[in-house]
């Protein structure tokens, strides 16, 4: 039975909507979103209240204001026309390098839309979109730098791939997907960056919670709260903009940077007469499980409170970066006697913090252990090197272990402290090794 034209006067009693009829109203909405007719957001809404409708008065709201070229007949052949509507060009890509990138408001995005961010943002926001197909695959890649995506509540979502050193965050609401609306899908590469799906915010405040005036005590609460997030990341731009110098100097082989080709070089040919350099490695105790404690931004700033600390001892004792990945570190030092102090410096100084922050309590064990290592660009290879990075495996957050080679290097001076010997199996060497720890507490 057709549905009766607005205005027609028929006083035929309305009747119940079947769920065919439904889905022609959905492939009408579908079609008008497609012409730019309607935007995502509203294509999202409408659908809400087709498939809600028990009626077929009710099920016409859906269709309110939308050009046709003949009134709806929702059963039968006459099936509606929407008014020709020209079509915006597809935007296939959002680029943001060192600056941001965004799509947003009325645009057409292609079937597969790349976000990319290398030191700045890309923004995807799908509430305005006119999309066309039933399907929008979007690909975000974060390098030391932010890429979001705004989906409209009611639309499918699928998130998928992996965060190095960075972050993926999903947070849609928990609402009910809507049928007939197109499906979201996301790839996600993230390293030292972030990506973000999530929904449109809530509006907050007075005005949309009825509430009038701000308190003055609230509205100062608020600023401190805005003020520290801005801080944050006046910080955490700071701490990205470093690292990116670093790597890009290494890159391109430029001569800085405590991670360059020279100052490896410097490690290993001017340690000593005899070519022999010390190495540190360290490793925090347990950082999986305090990110999950903490929450990944929270994590992130003890991550970097750790890091500085690090590299102001490695600095005050004369001590090379070779690289650092995660909650890790290798060093080289000119002598035994530098590496150890640097390690007894690290730990006492993270001691100090920690004892302030019991919920963000950090913990690091050491290995130390001295020998030739192989150069290689800005890296160093060999036995000497993994034996330090066994030798660190086996301790536990607060250790620093000492090889027997070092041992002797060092006990003679009395500046050291040791404890018994202990003989310890290290992965993928044969023969067991003496290691004794250092009494630094």
């Known amino acids: 039975m057709p549905l009766s034209p607005e205005g027609s006067g028929s006083s035929t009693p309305d009747v119940a909507v079947t769920d065919a009829e439904r889905e022609q109203v959905v492939a009408i909405l579908r079609s008008h979103c497609g012409d730019g007719t309607i935007t995502l957001d509203e294509f999202a809404d409408r659908v809400g209240v087709a498939f809600e409708s028990t009626t077929r008065t009710a099920l016409r709201t859906a269709l309110d204001g939308l050009p046709l070229a003949a009134p709806p007949a929702l059963t039968g052949s006459g099936a509606p026309v929407a008014t020709p509507v020209p079509r915006r060009p597809t935007t296939s890509s959002v680029i943001g390098i060192m600056s941001g990138g965004q799509a947003k408001g009325r645009w057409r995005p292609a079937d597969h839309?790349?976000?990319?961010?290398?030191?700045?943002s890309a923004n995807v926001d799908l509430r305005q979109a006119e999309l066309t197909g039933s399907i929008i695959d979007i690909t975000a890649v974060a390098i030391m730098g932010g890429v979001e995506v705004v989906v409209p509540e009611g639309v499918p979502v699928e998130v998928s791939g992996l965060a190095i050193m960075g972050g993926k965050e999903v947070k849609l609401r928990d609402v009910p997907v809507r049928p007939g609306l197109p499906l979201v899908r996301v790839s996600v590469f993230a390293f030292w960056g972030g990506v973000v799906v999530r929904h449109p915010?809530?509006?907050?405040?007075?005005?949309?919670?009825?509430?009038?005036?701000?308190?003055?005590?609230?509205?100062q609460r608020e600023l401190r709260r805005a003020e520290h997030h801005r801080e944050r990341a006046e910080r955490m731009a700071s701490d990205a903009v470093d690292r990116a110098w670093r790597h890009a100097e290494r890159w391109l082989g430029g001569p800085t940077g405590s991670i360059g080709e020279a100052e490896a070089e410097a490690a290993v040919r001017s340690a000593a007469p005899d070519g022999t350099v010390t190495l540190l490695f360290t490793d925090i105790e347990g950082f999986t499980s305090l990110t999950e404690q903490l929450g990944d931004l929270r994590a992130q700033d003890v991550l970097r409170a750790h890091n500085r600390i690090v590299r102001d001892q490695i600095a005050a004792n004369d001590g090379?970066?070779?690289?650092?990945?995660?909650?890790?570190f290798m060093l080289a030092f000119a002598g035994a006697g530098r590496a150890i102090r640097c390690a007894i410096s690290i730990q006492r100084e993270l001691a100090k913090w920690s004892a302030d922050r019991p919920d963000e309590a950090v913990r690091v064990r050491m290995g130390i252990h001295t020998g030739e290592a192989i150069r290689e660009a800005d890296d160093l290879f060999g036995k000497t090197v993994i034996v330090a990075s066994r030798i660190t495996d086996t301790g536990r957050g607060g250790d620093i272990l000492v090889s027997a080679l070092t041992y002797e290097l060092t006990s003679s001076s009395g500046e050291f402290r040791f404890g018994d010997p202990r003989v310890v199996e290290l992965k993928g060497i044969t023969t067991p090794q003496i290691v004794r720890l250092i009494l630094w507490e």
């Open 113 to 120: 839309v790349s976000a990319f961010a290398l030191m700045g």
């Open 320 to 328: 090379h970066e070779i690289k650092s990945l995660g909650d890790s």
């Open 201 to 219: 915010r809530k509006e907050r405040g007075a005005k949309s919670l009825g509430m009038g005036p701000v308190a003055p005590d609230r509205l």
